[in-house]
């Protein structure tokens, strides 16, 4: 197997290292000893990642902190403190640093812990989904829910290093496997041609979750994100664009009471998206069908389930957190791999409600 390392340059700060390889787990005890020094660490995961066995030769390196139960239902400050807390009883200082093992949810709580602690500490991510490898564990995004919204607390707080085990995605169910790729289509949309066919070429041997093949999908998702991570770190313009059919897919995933994965919701935001560059003329039938017959692939139902009204999703859309005068903006494509940017630069557009209407009603189930 081989081991890749992609830099990503940072406005604000150095760059840092994201390692990819298949069995890298039991090598980063003494990879982080190496990168960070003596230093007293934490580590954070969750109840399934601990069971998975996915942080048995971490865990001699430093204190456990285990989330349980696993998920959005523990993504609130009252874990934060927790973790914090625990970091204090143990005597542990500005030299101190915590590792992330786990997927999205690990990530964004221990990272937002990093960025508090005595002022911030570094933080190391050790992804372990298909969704964390590919997305949430690049770029520095971390927070919290409230008990009003989504990531309603957080910072930006850039990793000291990412390392990719791909040979963890072995113990993922497989809905929340197919679910999480959708964030690599997602990338390969929305900026490489070259990986679009990859995964179209490919796709059945990453299902069956081959270690190589899993390998070149997380270097091409951490090359497409570190790049657009660092022309744009805390999101102000370029960075929208990685929220290509999140836009309509957030309103779906929270309209479903979370019952949709965030990535199933992705699925059929994105097919909305490209009904919606259809209406706008910048988009084609045959396009929409190719990119179809990929998310076919992850056997993701690509319609919105019967019990959600379009209202609803129209209340959830003017609610959204990105919304300007009660109406989000769009990341939209020209083609793959062409990302439509208007006259002012702005990679993030105001669709009408009625054109988005139109997207909404074709995708009623
Ligand atoms: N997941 C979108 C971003 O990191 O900006």
């Known amino acids: 197997m081989k081991s890749l390392t992609v830099q990503i340059p940072l406005i604000e700060s150095s760059s840092y290292d994201i390692k990819i390889k298949a069995g890298l787990l039991k090598d980063l005890p003494k990879i982080i000893e190496d990168k960070l020094g003596v230093c007293s660490k934490m580590i954070v995961t969750d109840s399934n990642v601990k069971n998975s066995g996915h942080i048995d030769s971490l865990s001699l390196c430093g204190e456990v902190f285990v989330i349980d139960p696993p998920g959005e239902c523990n993504k609130y400050m009252h874990t934060v403190v927790e973790i914090l807390e625990q970091m204090e009883q143990k005597t542990m200082g500005r030299d101190s640093a915590i590792i992330a093992v786990g997927g999205g949810t690990v990530g964004d709580m221990a990272g937002f812990a990093a960025s508090i602690f005595k002022r911030g500490v570094p933080i190391i991510h050790v992804p372990t989904t298909t969704v964390s490898q590919a997305d949430s564990s690049i770029g520095g995004k971390t927070g919290v829910d409230s008990s009003i919204s989504k990531n309603a607390y957080g910072a930006f707080w850039h990793p000291a290093a990412v390392f990719i085990d791909v040979e963890t995605l072995k113990t993922l169910d497989q809905r929340q496997f197919n679910a999480g790729l959708v964030e690599s289509i997602k990338h390969a949309l929305i900026s490489d ?75 059929i935001g994105i097919m909305g998206a490209s009904i919606i560059e259809i209406e706008l ?6 396009r929409l069908e190719r990119v179809k017959k990929l998310l076919n692939k992850l056997s993701i139902p ?16 003017s609610r959204d957190k990105k919304s300007v005068n009660g109406w989000p903006k769009f990341a939209l494509i020209e083609d793959i791999a062409k990302v439509h940017i208007d006259a002012d630069n702005q990679w993030a557009h105001r669709v009408d409600p009625s054109v988005a209407g139109i997207a909404i009603d074709q995708l009623m189930g």
Request: hydrophobic share 40%; aromatic share 8%.
């Open 193 to 267: 041609l070259t990986y679009f066919e990859y995964l179209e070429d490919n796709i059945d041997t990453i299902l069956n979750r081959d270690n190589a093949t899993l390998e070149e999908v997380a270097l091409f998702n951490s090359k497409v994100k570190s790049s657009i991570v660092s022309i744009d770190p805390k999101e102000k313009n370029q960075r929208r664009i990685l929220n290509y059919g999140h836009t309509i897919g957030h309103a779906i995933e929270s309209a479903s009471n979370f019952e949709l994965l965030h990535g199933e919701a992705v699925a």
């Open 302 to 317: 690509l319609k919105i389930p019967a019990n959600i009204t379009k209202e609803q999703i129209y209340s959830l859309l």
């Open 281 to 286: 003329g910048i988009g084609n039938i045959q």
